[in-house]
């Protein structure tokens, strides 16, 4: 796999550099020269009954961003669904880990080893509580987070990348549960029709983010994007879409 992304990559790096590897026994990636490629994550649940819920929103950003690039995501490397192209001349990753989302550290931290990536070039997205719903965060590192399913979550992530935080996030606000209901059943039921008209929308804008990233790269990226986020709580209202 690494050999086929290998070929297919090399027309967009330097010709020094490919000159460079055939003459070196390291890996492509440990070349300074080398465009290094972006590896973006979606975490959800595998399987139908899992599909359109809260907690899959890490998924639908992920085919949503692989449609608009015309990449197919119907490999599977790893414990999940693969896609590989190129967006703007740059190398690009996509993964939907295939395990249940709690353990989707064994899958993205299995495809960032493989490929030698360096975590800043690693971005995990994934539904917060902790945000309104639509509203989206890119952060160029981060912790846990607050709630217990966010930090099992994140938890296995992190541990699978030698306990490293230092990875890019996409947080994709779905609202807190209403009242005294149970955080795991909320993340696992449906969005309403409001509700899923603010992700929609949001899973669009994520999309431009996303390829924001590959273009500016994600600091940048970062700051750009989240000043256009900040104030959209201000209208979203109804956070238990």
């Known amino acids: ?18 000159s460079t590897c055939r003459t070196s026994p390291l890996p492509p990636s440990s070349s300074s020269s080398v465009i290094q ?10 399987g139908e009954k ?15 961003f692989a449609e608009s690039q015309g990449i197919s995501l119907t490999t599977h490397h790893f414990k999940a ?13 996509l993964a939907k880990p295939q395990t249940y989302i709690n353990l989707s550290g064994e899958s993205a931290g299995a495809l960032a080893a493989y490929y030698k990536l360096p ?16 509203v989206l965060r890119l952060q160029p590192r981060g912790g ?40 795991k059943a ?5 969005f309403n029709k409001t509700g899923r008209e603010r992700i929609d929308s949001a899973i669009k804008e994520g999309c431009d983010i996303l390829k924001m990233v590959v273009t500016k790269g994600l600091t940048e ?21």
Not at 55 to 64: E, L, P, Q, S
């Open 81 to 93: 669904l693969f896609g590989e192209g190129v967006v703007d001349g740059v190398p690009v990753l």
């Open 37 to 46: 490629p972006w590896l973006f994550i979606g975490l959800g649940n595998p």
């Open 1 to 18: 796999m690494r050999a086929k992304l290998w070929m297919r990559f090399a027309p967009f790096l330097s010709k020094r550099y490919i």
């Open 144 to 183: 846990y987070g607050r709630h217990n399913g966010l930090f099992i979550r994140l938890k296995s992530v992190i541990y699978h990348f030698r306990k490293n935080r230092e990875f890019g996030r996409l947080r994709i606000g779905i609202g807190r549960p209403p009242g005294q209901m149970d955080p």
């Open 119 to 134: 975590l800043h070039r690693v971005i995990v997205a994934y539904d917060d509580t902790d945000l309104p719903c639509g």
């Open 221 to 241: 990226a970062a700051r750009l994007s989240n000043v256009d986020q900040k104030y959209k709580h201000l209208v979203s209202h109804d956070q238990h879409s």
């Open 186 to 190: 909320f993340v696992l039921q449906k």
């Open 50 to 64: 899992y599909q359109s819920t809260r907690h899959n929103v890490g998924f639908d950003m992920i085919d949503a």
